[in-house]
């Protein structure tokens, strides 16, 4: 450019001498070459220049929608991404995707192609994970690149050859796009889009909501109208919601009132009857520090109203209901499906801020959460976010910040509102939006008291837990939940249930405080440092000790390797070791080096590490759910050594005993076919076993039980008992009756049969202690008279759940384990149990001094095998 204006404003002509030399015409022809010549020139330095301006930059997206999917979302979603690439062609955008972990695919998918190297640069975002993203630096503040794509300056999109911006925005420009931010989020949603980061003593907007997510009450119409009640008139309160949740179900239909969803994350399910009532989880203290609230009245209320829902008994024609609500085994369950075949009449679902609820409003009706006596109606308040990874290049931030700024806009939503109507969705579509862009004649079409849930949810909505360390929340909030229901205070006296409510959220705060917030005071701390280092000091010693006894043991004075002989004539030996034990320094050692060094310091995935010295083996030695984890590992141990190891034995003995080839074949068939099943029908089988509904496989034969009169139940239950102590007397007395049998069995039989002791006598002692003799004489007299039994939890019981784990793996894996003891079996001799027959040996003295015997070495290298695979499956 400098040169044409240099021709243009300088006498072409003249300057060139073209005028004097070849007069006007040729000089116009000499002209036009030359400048065809400078025009060819000009393209070939800048058409490189420009091909590397103008090349597409590629970035990762989260949230995009599947290729598959059909849903109007999904549509709506793939427009907005067409304009975007009509308006802005010189991006490329991926899809995110990332193996993840069975449960907790929204947390551990971003952190495993963080690791990996391949992280997403519009990452999402969710309330409870922001504050861990902030934390350990992954989100670029927001405002400021915001502040580059709408500045005028180019310069500031644009970098240097060391990756530095050739110009940063002013404070005018970052507090114009802060302005513009807060337009498009929320009030009650802005104290979690602007805060502090963790080292940062500014505010800053890490993430933008894409979608604002709130809870309401959801009802079905038709069960309404069967049970009585005006689907009109939904409940407002908490008393007519457990009026209602009563009326509404129906045992003998399998219709509940309400339902929840279950397990480690029940807290999550009942949030909006906390929020409801005022309960808080976390808070910052007069010291500006984070600390639990979440032993509180108000939590404690919400939770024995949620045990009323769930447990509480009622009379319903003379006969007794327990509890008016379904809990989902583990999380939701199957609750969605039996909420579509109208099973369940309410439940708390999620109002979405431009599609309110895609579902059939003659069927499903929208209400505000209940609220209680002296609460307001609330819920949870949430949002799918998208954020800035703070490691992309500089052209990717500004990219993706384009990207968040478009589908966030007013353009992206006016494609969605218009997919939504073209697809017979109108009447969903939130009524703000239809008035935004003209589509008021749809409004009479919104079902009534739709848009005023969403609205009342969205004023008055809570956020989910955001604070330090709250990505994991869910869980600690839980275990007070799930204990009050194992201790059945929904049908506890009030104050009595209150009170007991109270202790447990006291023991949830202490693990909330240590385990998430670290709130755990400096001497503290200081002593568990020490005792960590003397505990590692102690297991390195005995391990370099354990190590050189080996090393002691396999080095001989006399080794033939003494001299260059001995190494020589082994050489070849070792050239076929040397590729297998560089495969294990290389896959097993080095990773293990590299672990090592993680122990020992504070691991960043984005951020540089920093030291910790043994502050990490402090937590850990210190932390309850370790000891605890260690404990279930090993009682998983005894379960599956206990009762898995022994049956394949037996099997094949018994398999051994069959008289004819045909039934030897079929019965070994029968036995191996449940190792070829596949996994997955093996759960779904075990999963309708293990109902804890009266309607449950293994709960329907119990309950069957109760059928029996008086005489036949008592018989049973001696019968029963007998059995019982038969095998208590067996296990003690064959130590005593074998005397070949060697030691460590015998302690072993012994410790069992004492084990057994225990637990027949642990119910009689523990109504000793708490009600004297006479308690215990009545445990006595259950034993005669029917039965009283009520459906187990099987699954959802802590005191079966492991039990009810082991047992699938050992129905599943005991016809293939007799396979290798029938082949071992073939190898002794029959002249031995010929010659036992003719000394006049039973069944018993064959086993325990021919067979057993026989297979000891075979017995030993399974059971070693045994007790790793046990390790390793409970460590799984």
């Given at each position: 450019?400098?040169?044409?204006?240099?021709?243009?404003?300088?006498?072409?002509?003249?300057?060139?001498?073209?005028?004097?030399?070849?007069?006007?015409?040729?000089?116009?022809?000499?002209?036009?070459?030359?400048?065809?010549?400078?025009?060819?020139?000009?393209?070939?330095?800048?058409?490189?220049?420009?091909?590397?301006?103008?090349?597409?930059?590629?970035?990762?997206?989260?949230?995009?929608?599947?290729?598959?999917?059909?849903?109007?979302?999904?549509?709506?979603?793939?427009?907005?991404?067409?304009?975007?690439?009509?308006?802005?062609?010189?991006?490329?955008?991926?899809?995110?995707?990332?193996?993840?972990?069975?449960?907790?695919?929204?947390?551990?998918?971003?952190?495993?192609?963080?690791?990996?190297?391949?992280?997403?640069?519009?990452?999402?975002?969710?309330?409870?994970?922001?504050?861990?993203?902030i934390?350990?630096?992954?989100?670029?503040?927001?405002?400021?690149?915001?502040a580059?794509?709408?500045?005028?300056?180019?310069?500031?999109?644009?970098?240097?050859?060391?990756g530095h911006?050739?110009?940063?925005?002013?404070?005018?420009?970052?507090?114009?796009?802060?302005?513009?931010?807060?337009?498009?989020v929320?009030?009650?949603?802005?104290?979690?889009?602007?805060?502090?980061g963790?080292?940062?003593?500014?505010?800053?907007?890490?993430?933008?909501?894409?979608?604002?997510?709130?809870?309401?009450?959801?009802?079905r119409?038709?069960?309404?109208?069967?049970?009585?009640?005006?689907?009109?008139?939904?409940p407002?309160?908490?008393?007519?919601?457990?009026?209602?949740a009563?009326?509404?179900?129906?045992?003998?239909?399998?219709?509940?009132?309400?339902?929840?969803?279950?397990?480690?994350?029940?807290?999550?399910?009942?949030?909006?009857?906390?929020?409801?009532?005022?309960?808080?989880?976390?808070?910052?203290?007069?010291?500006?520090?984070?600390?639990?609230?979440?032993?509180?009245?108000?939590?404690?209320?919400?939770?024995?109203?949620?045990?009323?829902?769930?447990?509480?008994?009622?009379?319903?024609?003379?006969?007794?209901?327990h509890?008016?609500?379904?809990?989902?085994?583990?999380?939701?369950?199957?609750?969605?499906?039996?909420?579509?075949?109208?099973?369940?009449?309410?439940?708390?679902?999620?109002?979405?801020?431009?599609?309110?609820?895609?579902?059939?409003?003659?069927?499903?009706?929208?209400?505000?959460?209940p609220?209680?006596?002296?609460?307001?109606?609330?819920g949870?308040?949430?949002?799918?976010?998208?954020?800035?990874?703070?490691?992309?290049?500089p052209?990717?931030?500004?990219?993706?910040?384009?990207?968040i700024?478009?589908?966030?806009?007013?353009?992206?939503?006016?494609?969605?509102?218009q997919?939504?109507?073209?697809?017979?969705?109108?009447?969903?579509?939130?009524?703000d939006l239809?008035?935004?862009?003209?589509?008021?004649?749809?409004?009479?079409?919104?079902?009534?008291?739709?848009?005023?849930?969403f609205?009342?949810?969205?004023?008055?909505?809570?956020?989910?837990?955001?604070?330090?360390?709250?990505?994991?929340?869910?869980?600690?909030?839980?275990?007070?939940?799930?204990?009050?229901?194992?201790?059945?205070l929904?049908?506890?006296?009030?104050?009595?249930?209150?009170?007991?409510?109270?202790?447990?959220?006291?023991?949830?705060?202490?693990?909330?405080?240590?385990?998430?917030l670290?709130?755990?005071?400096?001497?503290?701390?200081?002593?568990?440092?020490?005792?960590?280092?003397?505990?590692?000091l102690?297991?390195?010693?005995?391990?370099?000790?354990?190590?050189?006894r080996?090393?002691q043991?396999?080095?001989?004075?006399?080794?033939?390797?003494?001299?260059?002989?001995?190494?020589?004539?082994?050489?070849?030996?070792?050239?076929?070791?040397v590729?297998?034990?560089?495969?294990?320094?290389?896959?097993?050692?080095?990773?293990?080096?590299?672990?090592?060094?993680?122990?020992?310091?504070?691991?960043?995935l984005?951020q540089?590490?920093?030291?910790?010295?043994?502050?990490?083996?402090?937590?850990v030695?210190?932390?309850?759910?370790?000891w605890?984890?260690?404990?279930?590992?090993?009682?998983?141990?005894?379960?599956?050594?206990?009762?898995?190891?022994?049956?394949p034995?037996?099997?094949?003995?018994?398999?051994?005993?069959?008289?004819?080839?045909?039934?030897?074949?079929?019965?070994?068939?029968?036995?191996?076919?449940?190792?070829?099943?596949?996994?997955?029908?093996?759960?779904?089988l075990?999963?309708?076993?293990?109902?804890?509904?009266?309607?449950?496989?293994?709960?329907?034969?119990?309950l069957?039980?109760?059928?029996?009169?008086?005489?036949?139940?008592t018989?049973?239950?001696?019968?029963?008992?007998?059995?019982?102590?038969?095998?208590?007397?067996?296990?003690?007395?064959?130590?005593?009756?074998?005397?070949?049998m060697?030691?460590?069995?015998k302690?072993?039989?012994?410790?069992?049969?004492?084990?057994?002791?225990?637990?027949?006598?642990?119910?009689?002692?523990?109504?000793?202690?708490?009600?004297?003799?006479?308690?215990?004489?009545?445990?006595?007299?259950?034993?005669?008279?029917?039965?009283?039994?009520?459906?187990?939890?099987?699954?959802?019981?802590?005191?079966?759940?492991?039990?009810?784990?082991v047992?699938?793996?050992?129905?599943?894996?005991?016809?293939a384990?007799s396979?290798?003891?029938?082949?071992?079996l073939?190898?002794?001799?029959?002249?031995?149990?010929?010659?036992?027959?003719?000394?006049?040996a039973?069944?018993w003295?064959?086993?325990?001094?021919?067979?057993?015997?026989?297979?000891k070495?075979?017995i030993?290298?399974?059971?070693?095998?045994?007790?790793?695979?046990?390790?390793?499956?409970?460590?799984?």
């Amino acid at each position: 450019m400098l040169r044409i204006n240099w021709y243009r404003h300088s006498g072409l002509w003249t300057g060139l001498g073209i005028r004097h030399h070849c007069g006007p015409r040729g000089g116009r022809k000499v002209f036009t070459t030359i400048c065809l010549v400078f025009l060819a020139a000009l393209l070939s330095r800048c058409l490189p220049a420009r091909a590397a301006t103008s090349s597409p930059v590629a970035f990762v997206a989260a949230g995009l929608p599947y290729p598959g999917s059909t849903d109007v979302g999904s549509m709506a979603a793939r427009r907005v991404l067409r304009a975007f690439h009509k308006k802005y062609p010189q991006y490329k955008i991926k899809a995110f995707a990332m193996p993840t972990i069975q449960g907790s695919s929204m947390d551990t998918g971003p952190l495993m192609a963080i690791a990996a190297g391949m992280p997403p640069n519009a990452i999402y975002v969710n309330f409870r994970q922001s504050s861990t993203y902030i934390e350990h630096g992954f989100l670029a503040p927001m405002e400021v690149l915001l502040a580059r794509v709408l500045s005028k300056n180019p310069a500031q999109r644009h970098v240097d050859a060391q990756g530095h911006w050739l110009a940063n925005p002013n404070a005018a420009e970052i507090a114009q796009a802060l302005k513009l931010m807060r337009r498009r989020v929320p009030k009650t949603a802005w104290p979690v889009i602007y805060r502090h980061g963790d080292h940062s003593h500014k505010k800053h907007i890490w993430s933008m909501p894409t979608s604002i997510l709130v809870s309401a009450l959801l009802y079905r119409k038709d069960l309404f109208r069967a049970a009585g009640l005006n689907p009109r008139k939904p409940p407002r309160t908490w008393d007519q919601l457990l009026q209602d949740a009563r009326k509404l179900t129906i045992p003998s239909r399998r219709q509940y009132g309400i339902a929840f969803g279950g397990g480690r994350d029940i807290s999550y399910s009942i949030f909006p009857l906390l929020a409801s009532n005022g309960s808080r989880v976390v808070a910052r203290n007069a010291l500006g520090r984070w600390h639990s609230v979440y032993a509180s009245p108000q939590t404690a209320q919400a939770i024995y109203y949620f045990c009323k829902l769930a447990q509480g008994g009622f009379t319903r024609n003379g006969r007794t209901i327990h509890g008016a609500a379904y809990l989902g085994i583990s999380g939701a369950g199957n609750m969605y499906w039996l909420w579509s075949q109208g099973h369940i009449a309410m439940m708390f679902g999620t109002l979405s801020q431009e599609l309110i609820q895609a579902t059939n409003p003659q069927i499903v009706g929208i209400a505000p959460i209940p609220h209680p006596p002296d609460g307001t109606s609330s819920g949870e308040l949430n949002a799918s976010m998208l954020g800035v990874f703070a490691k992309s290049t500089p052209q990717q931030q500004i990219g993706v910040m384009r990207y968040i700024w478009f589908i966030t806009g007013p353009r992206a939503q006016q494609i969605s509102v218009q997919t939504f109507l073209q697809s017979g969705y109108g009447q969903f579509v939130n009524p703000d939006l239809l008035r935004k862009f003209g589509y008021t004649w749809l409004l009479r079409q919104v079902p009534a008291g739709w848009a005023k849930a969403f609205d009342t949810a969205l004023a008055n909505g809570v956020p989910e837990p955001y604070q330090h360390n709250t990505q994991n929340i869910y869980a600690p909030m839980s275990t007070p939940i799930n204990s009050a229901l194992e201790q059945n205070l929904g049908n506890v006296p009030r104050h009595q249930a209150i009170a007991q409510i109270s202790r447990l959220l006291k023991q949830a705060s202490q693990r909330i405080n240590y385990q998430l917030l670290g709130a755990i005071p400096l001497n503290v701390m200081r002593l568990r440092k020490i005792i960590a280092l003397i505990t590692i000091l102690v297991i390195g010693a005995l391990f370099l000790l354990e190590l050189w006894r080996v090393w002691q043991y396999f080095t001989r004075a006399d080794a033939i390797f003494s001299s260059r002989a001995g190494w020589r004539r082994f050489l070849g030996g070792y050239a076929l070791l040397v590729p297998a034990f560089l495969m294990m320094i290389v896959w097993a050692y080095l990773p293990l080096a590299g672990g090592l060094s993680m122990a020992f310091s504070h691991f960043e995935l984005v951020q540089n590490s920093t030291w910790a010295g043994v502050g990490n083996f402090a937590k850990v030695l210190f932390d309850p759910r370790f000891w605890s984890s260690i404990g279930r590992t090993i009682y998983f141990v005894a379960l599956t050594i206990g009762l898995g190891f022994w049956p394949p034995i037996l099997l094949a003995i018994l398999l051994q005993e069959v008289p004819t080839a045909t039934l030897k074949y079929i019965f070994r068939t029968v036995y191996y076919l449940p190792s070829i099943i596949s996994g997955v029908l093996i759960m779904f089988l075990w999963r309708q076993l293990y109902d804890p509904s009266k309607y449950g496989v293994l709960n329907h034969l119990l309950l069957l039980m109760n059928l029996c009169g008086p005489i036949p139940a008592t018989i049973i239950k001696l019968l029963a008992l007998g059995v019982w102590i038969s095998l208590i007397v067996l296990l003690i007395m064959l130590p005593l009756r074998i005397e070949e049998m060697s030691r460590p069995i015998k302690a072993a039989l012994w410790v069992v049969a004492g084990v057994l002791v225990a637990v027949t006598l642990q119910p009689v002692a523990a109504r000793i202690s708490g009600g004297g003799i006479s308690a215990g004489l009545d445990s006595l007299k259950s034993l005669f008279g029917p039965f009283h039994l009520i459906p187990l939890g099987w699954i959802q019981s802590p005191a079966m759940a492991m039990l009810c784990v082991v047992l699938p793996t050992i129905w599943a894996g005991a016809g293939a384990g007799s396979i290798l003891y029938l082949a071992a079996l073939k190898t002794v001799p029959d002249e031995l149990y010929e010659a036992a027959e003719m000394d006049g040996a039973r069944i018993w003295h064959k086993i325990f001094y021919i067979t057993l015997p026989q297979l000891k070495y075979l017995i030993v290298i399974q059971f070693i095998a045994a007790v790793i695979a046990a390790f390793q499956g409970g460590t799984d």
